[in-house]
């Protein structure tokens, strides 16, 4: 079968791109950046990925050189398309004028190659700080963009090319086209399918698995519940055992409409554990997200220790089943060169040590969410369990938001007042907000400030407000909208963590909106709608704050904040507004990159 591979620096993206060609039918593998050319001379392709380093740095990732001698076509993709610059001595620099992060339009300057078939002018989407400042020998320029001349090269004698935008996510609009062209110029053969995945999967976790059964983490969300399917359907029910970890954490009803999901999809092998004490105790004073999630993935692996006990199984013969998918490993720095973005709660320090001892099986931990939901289909699920919008394991443990104290910007007083200046000819009130969200720029983690618009505006014009400012402004990773109320006086930061009480009222706000998107038909328009709590009160001495964070993705990778329509926003917002306790309503308004899809 022919193959790609992808050299993987680091990059967010780097399982994104293999995800997409084999999408386009030609099938990929991972492999390490440093990866010998002797190795790579039977692949059909190359493709440099993205990566969070910069290539002037003494211990940056690196490619062997003699990749560039095997007479393969290669492409690299942002660090890949600054590291294929530099390995032929064009020079790179970090310059911040140039540095872009979400839509970008590029003017397309040679339509042949990776471009053949593009208009004249295209959207792309870029992450990056670093910039290629010349052409490698036997280079031409086939694409620029505002801030980058560079954007985008390509050597067509060797075909050989660099594109300095992420061509492989759904925001760069003809990605997949460009992609295509690639494997097109690769010659590769379209060999590949979901339906082969499948057949080979289901082999894999038959050896894996020997003689020994599964004991299975189910949440009722659409990954573990695949995998549930797909490891019942390679071993059969009686050795398959499903857990639902009852938290305290979940939605409301969410433990009683999960377990009857289950049942009716044909499973009686499921055992419902309460633990949501364990967990409240366990959190309480705990303010760092990253410290939340670690608590949480800890106590998921405890109580299924306990439970084991409880229900008399023998350790030694069951395997830890997990619905991962691979988001949840890329983002928690689980691959060689990831950055850490947010640690989920299954891959905390426990779980890494179980998989190192061969003891965890993770079916879907090479797929995006779009290829699980297709899987199952394929399996036979039905449309309301596959469509089902993606929820965190941490639960809504991710959606409140602590606070110790209120955490500024050192230079606030400045920002404050450029932005200000900036803003104020469109007649618009900006506040920086005095609590930290996580972010993702460059292919790493930030946790920075977000800032909140107050004013008419409309939704084009927030996004491209947000992009710029985030874009110039380091200290920011995220634009919210002010829905509610219509004037800010004051912001006051309470200290808070997780309590019973502050997630009922999380539970009642995020029980709205769920109803309100089904009651008017958005479910299937929105990819995901996290309801996101803050301690921040608005005009008031004490209160809460919620964040509407609604957007568009297929495989979570990368996401466009939802543009809802006016009217239905106004009627969300006031059933929001009746909550005693809400102080203030914000819309999130910023792409990811730079914010990640959930604050925490």
């Not at 993206?13 to 039918?25: E, M």
């Not at 003494?58 to 076509?73: E, H, N, T, V």
């Not at 839509?103 to 992450?127: D, N, R």
């Not at 760069?172 to 690769?186: A, P, Q, R, V």
Request: glycine content about 8%; some cysteine.
């Amino acid at each position: 079968m022919d193959k790609i591979a992808v050299l993987d620096f680091g990059g967010q993206y780097a399982h994104l791109i293999a995800n997409r060609v084999r999408r386009l039918g030609v099938y990929s593998e991972i492999l390490d950046p440093n990866t010998k050319a002797d190795i790579l001379k039977d692949y059909k392709g190359i493709i440099f990925s993205g990566g969070p380093q910069s290539v002037y740095d003494r211990d940056s990732l690196k490619a062997d050189p003699a990749i560039l001698d095997l007479g393969i076509p290669i492409l690299g993709i942002c660090y890949g398309h600054q590291l294929l610059a530099h390995m032929q001595g064009a020079q790179v620099k970090h310059e911040p004028e140039s540095r872009e992060y979400g839509i970008a339009e590029i003017e397309v300057k040679k339509s042949e190659g990776i471009f053949k078939g593009l208009k004249s002018k295209e959207i792309v989407w870029m992450s990056h700080g670093d910039t290629v400042m010349e052409l490698p020998p036997g280079y031409e320029v086939i694409g620029s963009t505002k801030t980058g001349q560079w954007a985008a090269l390509g050597n067509f004698k060797k075909n050989f090319f660099g594109t300095q935008f992420h061509l492989e996510v759904t925001h760069t609009k003809s990605g997949m086209k460009m992609l295509e062209n690639f494997l097109d110029i690769c010659g590769a053969a379209k060999e590949w399918s979901i339906d082969r995945f499948i057949e080979n999967e289901i082999a894999a976790v038959k050896e894996k698995v020997g003689d020994k059964k599964v004991f299975m983490m189910v949440s009722g969300g659409v990954d573990s519940t695949v995998a549930f399917v797909l490891l019942d359907k390679a071993l059969g029910p009686d050795r398959v055992y499903g857990l639902f970890v009852d938290t305290g954490l979940m939605r409301k009803n969410e433990r009683q409409n999960v377990e009857k999901s289950l049942r009716e999809a044909g499973f009686n092998n499921l055992h419902v554990k309460d633990a949501g004490d364990i967990f409240f105790e366990a959190l309480q004073r705990i303010y760092n997200p990253e410290a939340k999630r670690k608590i949480i993935g800890d106590l998921f692996l405890r109580v299924q220790e306990k439970v084991v006990l409880e229900l008399g199984l023998n350790p030694d013969e069951w395997l830890l089943g997990q619905g991962t998918i691979y988001p949840d490993t890329i983002e928690s720095g689980g691959t060689k060169y990831a950055a850490r973005i947010k640690t989920h709660h299954n891959r905390v320090q426990q779980i890494e040590e179980l998989i190192k001892q061969g003891k965890v099986i993770e079916p879907l931990s090479q797929l995006y969410k779009d290829e699980v939901r297709q899987v199952g289909e394929k399996l036979g699920l039905s449309e309301n369990l596959v469509q089902r919008h993606p929820f965190p394991g941490p639960g809504l443990g991710v959606r409140c938001l602590c606070a110790q104290e209120e955490r500024y910007p050192r230079n606030y007083n400045l920002l404050q007042e450029k932005i200000d200046d900036e803003l104020a000819p469109k007649k618009l009130e900006v506040f920086v907000l005095p609590i930290m969200s996580v972010g993702v720029q460059g292919d790493s983690r930030t946790y920075r400030n977000p800032m909140a618009i107050l004013g008419d505006a409309s939704f084009d014009d927030l996004g491209k407000i947000a992009t710029d400012l985030i874009n110039r402004f380091e200290e920011i990773n995220r634009v919210v909208w002010t829905l509610y109320p219509q004037n800010i006086e004051e912001i006051n930061i309470h200290r808070a963590f997780l309590t019973r009480e502050r997630i009922a009222l999380l539970q009642e706000a995020d029980a709205i909106v769920d109803g309100f998107i089904h009651e008017k038909g958005l479910n299937r328009d929105i990819w995901q709608f996290p309801t996101v709590m803050v301690p921040l009160s608005v005009n008031r001495d004490f209160g809460e704050s919620i964040i509407l964070r609604p957007v568009e993705s297929e495989e979570a990778m990368t996401a466009n904040y939802y543009k809802m329509d006016e009217g239905l926003l106004c009627e969300l917002t006031e059933r929001l507004s009746k909550i005693d306790g809400i102080t203030a309503v914000f819309y999130d308004v910023t792409n990811k990159p730079p914010g990640t899809i959930e604050w925490e």
